[in-house]
Nanobody, 114 residues
């Protein structure tokens, strides 16, 4: 059983930056595909970024060039650096881990507003 706990969300002005972190327990995540998803009010949950065990990454078109996903297998964490934030990035952000089974964190709110 994998437990995922996100942190780092909050309120930021447009153009600002935030870093989200996801700490895992219950299993070593080295061989898991890790990702960040988000869900805005009234919308479906969508993929933001994923990183596999080899470090290969993939991003939603809407965040390419602004967001960076990275993992630290020694610390069992995955993070999302978000730069040049826009109001449309406002959502609850969820950490995700998969290796056959799928695990989700509880989510962290990101609000981009002036």
């Amino acid at each position: 059983q994998v437990q995922l706990v996100e942190s780092g969300g909050g309120l930021v002005q447009p153009g600002g930056s935030l870093r989200l972190s996801c700490a895992a327990s219950g299993s070593t995540l080295s061989f898991y595909v890790m990702g960040w998803y988000r869900q805005a009010p009234g919308k479906q949950r969508e993929l933001v970024a994923v990183i596999n065990s080899s470090g290969t990454t993939n991003y939603a078109d809407s965040v390419k060039g602004r967001f960076t996903i990275f993992r630290d297998n020694a610390k069992n964490t995955v993070s999302l650096q978000m730069n040049s934030l826009k109001p449309e990035d406002t959502a609850i952000y969820y950490c995700h881990a998969s290796r056959g089974l799928v695990y989700w964190g509880q989510g962290t709110q990101v609000t981009v507003s002036s």
